[in-house]
């Protein structure tokens, strides 16, 4: 069986709602027109007293609408009088009746939602960038279209929840996001979200059930066998079953605070180093708190707290678990069971702790925590999770450490996956193997950037106006030191940091300046918005590039070329 298109099922609503109005009408007309063309008129002089049917159409059809023009082309009889009277009245009904069934059907859900789907679908064709397909426009959803919007990406957004849609028709956002209202896991709104189109670059699943995020995935790699996808999922079996899917990246906010947590515990400089990279608001790479090493009190014990303690024993820091016990678990473990109030978080051993993690589901409990914990022992460090968005305001009030946002962390995750995902090989390199590498580029850090905002961006050299590949063929090849510098004077650095440098299939982490550049290349770099313009001019004016490598203007017409060998030969 064919598959109905938007058009047939936009021209079926219509149709089965017009259908009866149309013959009303059409009845009306038919019958008015025909009768007013027999009824019999005053005779005239030629003896013609009647009207031709003409003269009824024309007649009936301002009639009918109640305009009135009088009576044409001659004085009606009283038989005529009385037709019209009846057709003005008839036609009026009508009309009304078919005005009413029309705003009845451009009220129907069934043709609103049909009509939605295709401007849906015609915007996303007419989209010409590469862009992202986000199914969820929750609180990860929202701060992830904030992030691509921020870098200059395109995103389809589908979510099940129309308030939440008229929402993102009202964001500030730098670029156009197109949003439809409808579930996300069905083929056709996948397929009208653009994921077989050459320009996705992913689908990124993001509601707030991890069962609804895997058929989600697997519908769309039913439909695009080749297309990058990205799911949230916080439960250990789903996670296990997408993995099993194959080219699928999972990211579970809590194992990716917990990595993060521990990174802060044992090298702060690199968490710290990481958190300035990202954006963090209110970070200072010098005084950035840190977590001390000791013991650790985990109040809930639900997806926070047993990632959280898998990767605290795992480190071989000590841990207790304060929990109201409304989830079975393993009671050979340190566990106080109770809400975490004052007596609760004083017989957990607070005098010996040295951190407290309020990890609840509930932002009230979260905050009452902070303040048990803080009344107990002010000095304690304190680390919270905030489920919702909304009440940062709260949260920034209690001054804790460091707060964990599951939507922050996810949205931040999947915004590097998308944009820089260089970072993320850097940032495994760094914390297995290249700790002593982390002081000197911390220092690096500063003495080039300072501390002035950063961002991240990947430069791609390749194409006819790359200058690196132009200078290349004449034998000059370029350095990465020579792109670096200023266009006004070459004897100073731009503020600007390359990160990253990928050569085919080869990963080159913090490549020195004196690295030769070649086509194809992929340079992941950090810097100011400022000098990331300057980088950008420098890498596509073989003129400044000749003169940042060699310190010599290169000759830009056929007499200066000339001139400049005549010099050279004397």
Aim: with cysteine; proline share 5%.
């Amino acid at each position: 069986m064919p598959a109905t298109s938007e058009l047939d099922r936009v021209t079926a609503v219509v149709l089965q709602y017009m259908r009866t109005p149309f013959l009303v009408l059409l009845a009306t007309y038919a019958l008015g027109i025909t009768g007013m063309s027999l009824m019999p008129g005053l005779e005239t002089g030629d003896g013609v007293g009647g009207m031709n049917l003409f003269h009824s159409f024309y007649f009936f059809t301002f009639t009918a609408t109640t305009t009135g023009f009088g009576e044409i082309p001659g004085e009606f009889s009283e038989p005529q009088r009385l037709w019209a009277t009846i057709c003005m009245y008839t036609g009026a009904v009508a009309w009304l009746y078919a005005i009413g069934s029309f705003i009845r059907l451009v009220q129907h859900p069934e043709l609103v939602t049909a009509v939605s789907e295709r401007r849906f679908a015609r915007q996303v064709r007419g989209i010409t960038q590469p862009f992202v397909v986000i199914c969820g426009f929750g609180d990860t959803g929202s701060l992830l279209a904030r992030g691509l919007s921020d870098n200059y990406r395109k995103a389809a957004v589908i979510d099940i929840d129309e308030d939440r849609i008229k929402a993102l028709k009202l964001r500030d956002y730098r670029i156009k996001m197109f949003g439809h209202c409808g579930d996300a896991s069905v083929p056709r709104h996948l397929l009208d979200a653009g994921i077989t189109r050459e320009n996705c670059q992913g689908l990124v699943a993001l509601t707030r059930n991890d069962e609804t995020n895997l058929k989600i995935a697997v519908m769309a790699r039913s439909l695009n066998p080749r297309l990058k996808i990205i799911c949230r999922a916080t439960s250990g079996e789903i996670r296990e079953y997408m993995e099993a899917v194959g080219n699928l990246d999972v990211v579970d906010p809590y194992d990716v605070f917990s990595r993060q947590m521990c990174t802060a515990i044992f090298n702060p400089p690199l968490f710290n180093w990481m958190q300035r990279l990202i954006g963090a608001l209110d970070f200072n790479l010098e005084t950035s708190a840190s977590p001390p090493v000791g013991k650790w009190i985990l109040c809930g014990y639900g997806r926070m707290g047993r990632a959280l303690r898998e990767a605290l024993v795992h480190r071989g820091i000590p841990t207790v678990i304060v929990d109201p016990g409304s989830e079975p678990m393993d009671h050979r473990l340190p566990v106080v069971i109770g809400r975490a109030d004052t007596r609760a978080l004083a017989k957990a051993g607070i005098e010996d702790a040295v951190g407290v993690v309020a990890g609840t589901d509930s932002d009230e409990d979260n905050l009452g925590i902070l303040l048990s914990a803080r009344k107990l022992k002010p000095d304690i460090f304190l680390v919270v999770r905030q489920n919702h968005h909304e009440n940062e305001l709260a949260f920034s009030g209690v001054n804790a450490n460091l707060i964990m946002q599951p939507s922050l962390v996810t949205a931040r995750q999947i915004l590097q996956m998308l944009t820089v995902p260089a970072i993320l090989d850097l940032r495994r390199y760094l914390r297995d193997k290249g700790l002593d590498e982390v002081p000197r580029l911390v220092a690096r850090t500063l003495g080039i950037l300072g501390r002035e905002k950063i961002h991240l961006w990947v430069e791609t050299l390749g194409g006819g106006g790359c200058a690196v590949t132009s200078l290349s063929l004449r034998g000059q090849v370029p350095t990465l030191g020579d792109v670096q510098r200023k266009p006004m004077d070459r004897t100073h650095r731009l503020k600007v940091l390359a990160l990253v440098l990928k050569r085919g299939e080869e990963l080159m982490m913090l490549p020195e300046d004196d690295t030769q550049l070649h086509r194809g290349d992929e340079i992941l770099f950090c810097g100011t918005s400022a000098d990331h313009r300057l980088l950008d001019a420098n890498l596509h004016n073989e003129y400044t590039l000749h003169y940042l490598q060699r310190g010599t203007e290169m000759p830009r017409t056929l007499f200066s070329a000339w001139f400049s060998r005549r010099v050279k030969a004397d």
